[in-house]
């Protein structure tokens, strides 16, 4: 699947996160409530759909497999519910101490989007891809806001139906960008690309940040269900002169290096262009 795709399904499963959050939190007179109650909620609500449709694509469409979607998606619901409700309640401060307006708005939605971006570091333990996600999902606040703020001045003056059928359209624009920028900013940041020439994954593109894990198990960067391929196989690392293909000592089996054998607990440097074979698969390697 291309870098395109991918970042066309997060952004889906994010819209479809802001959608099921307007749904749910629509379901509770929230207005009854007091402010700083309400926004911790809202928050968590949003957090919950959005964080874990957003985690859950990767699993569902990427790498076809459904329980590793709801694994993903679970942990990206958790995270997104205290983030979403610490961001929504850090929002309200910044949007009263600015009077509101679109500034206020806007960087409130930078801030929710920031800490649900920050929240891929519960399913990816790696603080360098979670703070590009952060980074993603600060821009997607910010887009999704400076949208979702422009249509409520746009029809500011329609009747409270139409308001709430525009918070919906709102919250399934700015789950959308925040889905979409997430992966787009992993990709933009990442110092390299591992490329599926031939196999069962053949046209995945997979980006490298600090490190990406190979092998047969779903949990891996690079899920590679092929013959000849260990639960985890490999890992594209970083080295002293750049990156490295290390296979796991434990791995049953080797990998080639443009053509060189690599045994297990062994590892090679890796130059932009570099072919590799694991087991069934060819992957090719672009530095950057």
Known sequence: MSKRLQIYYSAVFGAMGGLAGWWAIGSFATQTWGIWSAAAFVGAGLGLFIGALVAAADGAMVKGKPLRAVRDGILGGLAGVVAGALGMLLAQSVFFALLGGWAGRSLSWMLLGLLIGLGDLLVSRRPQRATYAALGGLTGGLVGGL??????????????????????????????????????????????????????????????????????????????????????????????????????????????????????????????????????????????
């Not at 297990?264 to 950057?288: H, K």
């Open 147 to 288: 949208l979702y703020e422009g249509l409520t001045q746009i029809f500011l003056a329609q009747a409270g139906v139409a308001q709430v059928a525009l918070s919906g359209v709102g919250l399934v624009i700015i789950g959308a960008c925040i889905g979409g920028l997430i992966p787009l900013a992993r990709q933009v940041f990442s110092c390299g690309e591992l490329r599926v020439i031939s196999g069962e994954q053949a046209g995945l593109v997979r980006e490298v940040t600090d490190s990406a894990t190979i092998g047969r198990y779903d949990g891996n960067d690079l899920y590679l269900p092929d013959a000849g391929v260990a639960w985890r196989h490999a890992v594209v690392r970083r080295a002293a002169a750049g990156f490295e293909l290390a296979v796991l000592p434990h791995a049953d089996g080797v990998a080639q290096v443009g053509g060189l054998a690599v045994d297990p607990g062994a590892a090679r440097l890796l130059q932009s262009g570099d072919r590799i074979r694991i087991g069934g698969a060819e992957l090719e390697f672009i530095g950057r």
